[in-house]
């Protein structure tokens, strides 16, 4: 009788062990069957790194083209300008401004717009700024890598941005002899006017651009109060 049970107790219990496994084995596929899906994470590269999936995005979908009127046309890489120049001395002389493409992001372009090398002017003075242009609107960009890698990887414009071209007309917020930074865009048949100047001061800064449709920028102006240390240009004819 002590035969009998023990065998019936041993036979059971190869039976229940066997069970076991054979759950685990199909527990061990199910979760194998997840980890092989044929659709890749989007967080993971085929090198098994971690990569940012939306900053890859914005810039493997850039804008093939950015037809905005106001801006430059061809791709040109540099255009002529008469200038004038008041610093130490007054200088008038043709120069050249360099339309360096940066970057070609998912909603736009950035540009970088610079003079070549002038006597007596400020390197900084050279460079009129990081511009992105959209189809109806260009921004002048504060050219920092927190704003840049904004540009590249988020929907969103740097806090700092400031439309410097448009259809529509932007409003003086201030009063023109209230104290203060006054920003300004003027439509006027085929130009736009984006002006800004520091009144707080007797020497504040002044900046402006003048847009023409089909032409690009055809006059830039900044500079401090009473002139010091100031730029014009004006697009050549030839």
């Known amino acids: 009788m002590k035969k009998a049970l023990i065998v019936i107790l041993t036979i059971g219990c190869i039976f229940i062990t ?14 194998g069957d997840s980890v092989c899906s044929l659709e890749p994470s989007p967080q993971v590269n085929s090198n098994n790194n971690k990569t940012d999936s939306t900053n890859s995005k914005s810039i493997a979908t850039g804008a093939e083209s950015v037809d905005n009127s106001f801006f430059f046309k061809g791709n040109v890489p540099q255009l002529n300008y008469k200038g004038a ?10 120069v050249k401004l360099n339309i360096n493409e940066v970057a070609n992001l998912k909603y736009g372009k950035l540009y970088e717009l610079k003079l070549d090398s002038i006597d007596g002017v400020p390197n900084d003075r050279l460079d009129l700024g990081y511009f992105y242009v959209q189809k109806d609107k260009i921004y002048k960009i504060k050219p920092t890598e927190e704003n840049f890698n904004k ?7 740097p806090k700092d941005s ?27 048949g085929d130009t736009r006017e984006y002006h800004s100047y520091n009144n707080q001061v007797s020497t504040g800064y002044y900046e402006s651009f003048t847009w023409d449709k089909n032409k690009g920028l055809i006059n ?7 002139e010091r240390d100031s ?5 050549s004819n030839n």
């Not at 066997?18 to 979760?31: P, W």
């Not at 439309?163 to 006027?188: M, R």
């Not at 830039?220 to 009473?226: K, L, V």
């Open 162 to 188: 400031v439309i410097v071209c448009q259809d529509k007309e932007i409003k003086d917020t201030l009063g023109e002899e209230e104290a203060g930074w006054h920003k300004y865009i003027i439509v006027n």
């Open 231 to 235: 730029i014009e240009l004006n697009l």
């Open 151 to 157: 540009l590249k990887t988020s929907t969103e414009l």
């Open 220 to 226: 830039y102006r900044s500079g401090y109060g009473a």
């Open 18 to 31: 066997g069970c076991a496994k054979s759950n685990n084995t199909s527990n061990i596929s199910k979760q």
């Open 85 to 94: 120049f008041l610093f130490n001395t007054v200088v008038e002389k043709d």
